[in-house]
Structure formats: C-alpha cells, structure tokens
C-alpha cells in the first residue's frame, strides 16, 4: 500500500509542525513541507513538540509550492485539502492509499491558487460562528479518519 503523506503549506507555528510531526511518526506518514517556513526549520523550534519522534517520521522540504506540486503530480498522488470553505464533510470523503492531505498557514490557510488546484477539498464541521480549528488538531481528526478507511483493521494495524 502506498503510504498517505501530510503536507503543510507553508506553516507558521514550530510546536504545531513538531507535534504533526509526532503524530505522523505514530501514524505510520511521510509529511511535506512546503516552503518557506514562518520559523526556521530546525530541530530545536521542533523538538519540544515533536519530542524524540523527529527521527522516526519521513520528512520531505519542498522550496515552494511549484516544486511540491510537480513533484506529488509525477508521483500521481491525490491532494487533498482541508478547508474551511470546503463543503464536503471529512468523514463522508472516500480516502485512497497515496493520497496527500494537505494543510494551509495557520495564520491565512492556503491562497485561491493552491485552494483551485486541490483534487478534493473537505471540511470538518464546526459549530457555526467558529473561524477553525487547530491544524495540528485538525491533521489528527483528518488522518485518523483516512487510516480508519484504508489502513486499519479493527484493533490492529496493517
């Protein structure tokens, strides 16, 4: 099975990235990161929430978002993108092995460009009034959902 990957564009906050980084380590997922940075990509501004995890998750930098884009499209991966102006609801999208979930700046999400080039946009429900929630919550919820689907089996995983 090919492995699901996280992409964060271009994220601001090092305790969010380090603790998607953890999550993805746990999980079994490669993350990419899609330049530039809001911090200096380093092991120190990720340490603290990505613990010792660091050295167990695949990470992939990507200089800008033309170079990961071309990249995941000769890999023939799916994008997926979280989005608060998605209106197809996380958990009735249909998650396939290969498939990129793809996460935007906590400060501004991701521009109109990007948002247009995603394969499919989905939304976690919020109540109303709520601008959004965590990203690094929000991967969580959203991986968890895409390896319930196509990576595990019961109490086990394959």
């Not at 990419?32 to 380093?42: K, R």
Request: charged share 20%.
């Amino acid at each position: 099975m090919t492995q699901l990957r996280i992409a964060l564009y271009q994220p601001d906050i090092p305790g969010n990235t380090g603790t998607i980084l953890r999550l993805a380590a746990c999980l079994g997922m490669a993350v990419d990161i899609i330049e530039p940075a809001g911090f200096v990509l380093s092991d120190k501004n990720l340490r603290r929430a990505g613990m010792d995890y660091l050295a167990s998750v695949t990470m992939t930098r990507h200089v800008n978002w033309q170079e990961f884009d071309a990249w995941r499209r000769t890999q023939g991966r799916r994008l997926v993108l979280a989005s608060t102006k998605a209106a197809e609801r996380y958990t009735d999208f249909r998650f396939a092995a290969g498939d990129i979930l793809l996460f935007g700046r906590e400060s501004a999400g991701v521009p109109d460009p990007v948002h247009e080039t995603a394969d499919h946009r989905i939304i976690i429900p919020m109540m109303e009034g709520q601008r959004s929630i965590n990203v690094a919550v929000s991967a969580a919820m959203i991986a968890g959902e895409a390896m319930r689907q196509i990576a595990w089996s019961g109490n086990h995983i394959s």
